[in-house]
C-alpha cells in the first residue's frame, strides 16, 4: 500500500528569527512496506514535538550540530527529524509489531522511516496519555529533571529563579512550589526587577536559564556567593546572533559563580529514575503537565515560530491523527476505569480535535465519563 506522506521542510537556511513564510509542506509518496533483514519500522505520527533548539539547525553555521543525530543540519527540502510518538504501521523489527505504539526520533511528518527501529521505545503502559511521551515525559521533562537535581545540586532553603517559566522544560519545575513570578517583558531593568522585595532581595542561589542574554546577565549581578547557573538553554540568542549575554566576569569571579552549560544526551541513563518518579508525582496528582497543542501537520510552522514570540504555554506539541488519538483516548478510559490522573490534558485535545458545538458541551463538563460518552457518540 502506499500514501502521501506530508511533511514540513525550510524553504532556506533561517538565520535570524523564523517566520511561517520560511518553511513549506511538501508531498512524498511513501510505500508501507519494509525489507526483510532491514529490521526498519515504519511509522505513523500522532504526536510531534516542536522545540526551539531546531532553529539552530537552520542555520548556515551552528555549534548545535557537534553533539548527536538529532541536532545536525537541517537541509532546505529535506525532512526534519523530531521527538515524537506514533504508532507502528510496518516493520521487520521484532522489537515491534504492527499497532504498538512508540515514541523516539521521527520527524515533522505524517508517517517516518525509523532504519533499523534504532532511536525507538515501544510504550507499553496505557496508564498516561500518549501525548505525555512526547512532553513531560520525553526531552522536556528529562531535560528539566536533570538540570535541576542534576546541575543546580538545590540545598534546602536556597533560593532559586527560573526563566522562560510558561515553557515546557520549566512546567515541571514550576510544580516543586514556586513563590512569586514576573512578566519579563513589563520590565525595563531586570536588574533591579531581581533585586525588588518579593522576588530577591536577598540574592539568588540557583538559577536555571532558557533564555540567555539580558536575563542571564541580570542573574548574575543578582547571584550569591558560590552560586550556581545551569544553563539550559539561550532561547534570546537563538533569533538574533549578534546578541550575546556579557555577564560581568568580576561578579563571576569574586562571588565564585559556577555557570554550567549541560545537555540532556549526557543524562539519557538517568530516564528509568525519572519515569518512575515523574509517573507517581503524575498518578497521585501532585503534578500535572501543561500541553498547548496544535492540530495538523500544516500547523507545524505556525507552531514553531510561536515558541520564539511566546505564544505557547507548556509543551508545544502538533497532533497529527485526531482520529486515532480520539480512539486512543476511548481505549485507555477503557482499560483504566476512572483513576485516569491527567484527565484535563486529554479533555483540553479533545476539545481541540471535535466541532465547536460539541467541544462547548465538553468543556462545560469535566468528568471522563462524559467525554467518554462523546468520543463513543463521534466514532
Ligand atoms: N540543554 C538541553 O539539553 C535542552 C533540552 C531541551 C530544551 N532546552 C532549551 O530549554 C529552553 C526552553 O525550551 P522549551 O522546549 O521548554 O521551550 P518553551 O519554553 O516551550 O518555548 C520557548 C519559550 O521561550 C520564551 N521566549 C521566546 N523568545 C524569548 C526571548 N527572546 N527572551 C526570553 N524568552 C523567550 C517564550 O516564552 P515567553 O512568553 O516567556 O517569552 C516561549 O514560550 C530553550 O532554550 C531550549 O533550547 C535545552
Redesign the pocket.
Known sequence: MEVSNHYVTIKHDINGSPAESDFELRTATLALAVLGGSKDVIVKNLYVSI???QLNRMKSDSSSRIVSNSSTRIVPGQAINAHGVGRVVASDNPEFEIDDFVVGLLGWEEYSVVKGGDTLSKISSTEFPLSLYAGIFG??GL?AYVGFFNVCKPKKGEKVFVS?A?????MLKDQLGFDNAFN?KEETDLKSTLKRSGYFPDGIDIYFD??G?E?LEAAVANMNAFGRVAL?????EYTDKGRKAAPDMLDVVYKRISING???VDYLHMFGEFMSIISEHLRHKRMHALEDVSQGIESVPSAFVG??R?L?VG??LVELDKHRVMLEMTMWTRSSCNTRPSLDINLMHYVKSIPTAVGDRVRSKTRWTRVLDLTRSLL
Open positions: 522545540d526551539p533548539y526531552t522536556s531535560t522562560a510558561s515553557g515546557s522544560v520549566d519579563y532558557n533564555v542574554g536575563m539550559c538553554g539561550v532561547i534570546s549541560f545537555l540532556l515558541l520564539f511566546g505557547n509543551k508545544k
